[in-house]
């Protein structure tokens, strides 16, 4: 299947999603969604794959076990490429309010103690700062985001260099692309592209750093 773009209809399936969250919601029309979500997604993802690498889909379903939200479904549909690592990698979501595009470090567990050691270094600490730096004013509106703790890491002095990025239990960076026509169109490849484009060094960052 050739991407196309998304149709009107992915934006109202999730319209309808979010108003009711329901199993009878979703069977009444699970075959929109495999035409209007599912089936796009699948293609674009298809289409990044040469550059990117193989991707995947997330489920639909909510795990709900230990959640006190027991809504059954997610209110959009990701998709994420891994760059070698776990946790590492770049996202891309369609939902009610258009597509949101990332890149970056989602996972969490040992890679912080990792994450941490490359920022004592000053080599490599001061080169994810100069990355941040330089999507701060790309313009393409990255915003750089994250789990963060409220108070410094235990251990880490006051004046440390870089103590905010030390603060990250987790980063990563992503544009938000509101509906628009070419939302509908294949143009949505070439955002998608130059957005992860754009997120490449931090990902390259993080790979090399977190492994």
Do not use: C
Request: glycine share 8%; charged share 25%.
């Amino acid at each position: 299947m050739e991407f196309s773009g998304f149709p009107d209809e992915a934006l109202i399936f999730y319209e309808g999603l979010v108003a009711d969250n329901s199993r009878a919601y979703w069977t009444a029309n699970k075959e929109l969604y495999e035409a209007a979500v599912k089936g796009p997604m699948t293609a674009l993802m298809d289409e990044l794959a040469p550059e990117f690498g193989p991707p995947y889909l997330f489920r639909p379903n909510r795990d709900v076990r230990f959640a006190k939200d027991k809504s059954p479904y997610k209110t959009h549909q990701g998709a994420y490429v891994q760059s070698g690592v776990e946790g590492v990698g770049y996202y891309v979501q369609i939902d009610a309010e258009g597509l949101y595009v990332a890149g970056g470090w989602w996972a969490s567990g040992d890679q912080i103690v990792r994450y941490r050691d490359a920022l004592d270094d000053d080599t490599a600490g001061s080169r994810l700062e100069a990355i941040l730096a330089a999507l701060a004013v790309l313009p393409e509106d990255l915003v750089v985001g994250g789990d963060r703790l409220k108070t410094r890491p235990r251990g880490t002095p006051e004046d440390h260099p870089r103590l905010e990025l030390l603060r990250y239990k987790s980063l990563h960076a992503g544009r938000r692309f509101e509906p628009e026509p070419w939302l509908h169109t294949p143009e949505v490849l070439d955002h998608v592209r130059a957005t992860w484009r754009a997120l490449g060094p931090l990902v390259d960052w993080l790979r090399i750093h977190l492994a």
